[in-house]
């Protein structure tokens, strides 16, 4: 049973930066997939970035050359860089782990983007 322990969320002005990590505990193998989900009040979970096994990554449109997603295999740990920040990214932010066909989330991080 893996448990995800995500960590990096904050206050940040508009333009700034902040970076999240989730590292994965217990006895983990084989992660296919890693990647940030996020949710702002009044809409539903959307997907911001994903990263495979063998490095591949898709993004949101909306944080397309912004957001940099990243993992550590020895480390299970999934990094999501997120710079030229804005007010509309502002959200709870939810990682995720695919293990074996089953997804695992983490407890979501607060990201507040406000001046």
């Known amino acids: 049973q893996a448990q995800l322990v995500e960590s990096g969320g904050g206050l940040v002005q508009p333009g700034g930066s902040l970076r999240l990590s989730c590292a994965a505990a217990g006895s983990i193998f084989s992660i296919n997939v890693m990647g940030w989900y996020r949710q702002a009040p009044g809409k539903q979970r959307e997907l911001v970035a994903l990263?495979?096994?063998?490095?591949?990554?898709n993004y949101a449109d909306s944080v397309q050359g912004r957001f940099t997603i990243s993992r550590d295999n020895a480390k299970n740990t999934v990094y999501l860089q997120m710079n030229s920040l804005k007010p509309e990214d502002t959200a709870v932010y939810y990682c995720l782990m695919v293990v074996l066909g089953s997804n695992y989330w983490g407890q979501g991080t607060q990201v507040t983007v406000s001046s």
């Open positions: 990263i495979r096994s063998g490095g591949s990554t």
